[in-house]
T-cell receptor, first 117, second 113 residues
């Protein structure tokens, strides 16, 4: 149980275009979902926290107008990278949490590799 | 704010030998501690977590970790590694009442046959 999927697993796009990444909890309802960014050989950096039906909370330094997050249902959150540029190329990982407490385990998706040409 | 330090970026170990992956954290409040494993081209999987109680925590795949509050450490150990343990291991911390995770930079464990 507790499977999280991401789609697509990889995407290549031209500079200036927008890319949408989906994160789904397949066998549980996620009250909270998180979006991370991972650079090569570096750690995961939290970008934002999203709760179903409310606006996402972005970490300091993350442009909310560039990285649009929508948590429309208890099983789906989307990250849209708007007007993507080469510096946005990265590995994007989502996680989903059943409950709203700090003791609840986050279950991670397999990640989406974005390459912007 | 909390932080996590994984001093070893790469650890090569012979098969069936023991291994210890080090993790130190910094926080001004009480913490929860986690170890995650990331196999190639896969997402992170929870190995084990410390929330409270016994400082020795046992996880999946034969791993265990010990919480040492005085040394602010949460080192991961396995008495005998297998080729299948080759992966990236991440230590993470969260504060009481806050579900946000702060990750270390990861340790790549390579098992030598």
């Amino acid at each position: 149980g507790a499977v999280v999927s991401q789609h697509p697993s990889w995407v290549i796009c031209k500079s200036g275009t927008s890319v949408k990444i989906e994160c789904r909890s397949l066998d549980f309802q996620a009250t909270t979902m998180f979006w991370y960014r991972q650079f090569p050989k570096q750690s995961l950096m939290l970008m934002a926290t999203s709760n179903e039906g409310s606006k996402a909370t972005y970490e300091q330094g993350v442009e909310k107008d560039k990285f649009l997050i929508n948590h429309a249902s208890l099983t789906l959150s989307t990250l849209t990278v708007t007007s993507a540029h080469p510096e946005d190329s990265s590995f994007y990982i989502c996680s989903a949490q059943r409950g709203a407490g700090s003791t609840d385990t986050q279950y991670f998706g397999p990640g989406t590799r974005l390459t912007v040409l | 704010a909390q932080s996590v330090t994984q001093l070893d970026s790469q650890v090569p170990v012979f098969e069936e030998a023991p291994v210890e992956l080090r993790c130190n954290y910094s926080s001004s409040v009480s913490v929860y501690l986690f170890w995650y494993v990331q196999y190639p081209n896969q997402g992170l999987q929870l190995l084990l977590k410390y929330l409270s109680g016994s400082t020795l925590v046992k996880g999946i795949n034969g791993f265990e970790a010990e919480f040492n509050k005085s040394q602010t450490s949460f080192h991961l150990r396995k008495p005998s590694v297998h080729i299948s343990d080759t992966a990236e291991y991440f230590c993470a911390v969260s504060n009481f009442g806050n579900e946000k995770l702060t990750f270390g930079t990861g340790t790549r464990l390579t098992i030598i046959p």
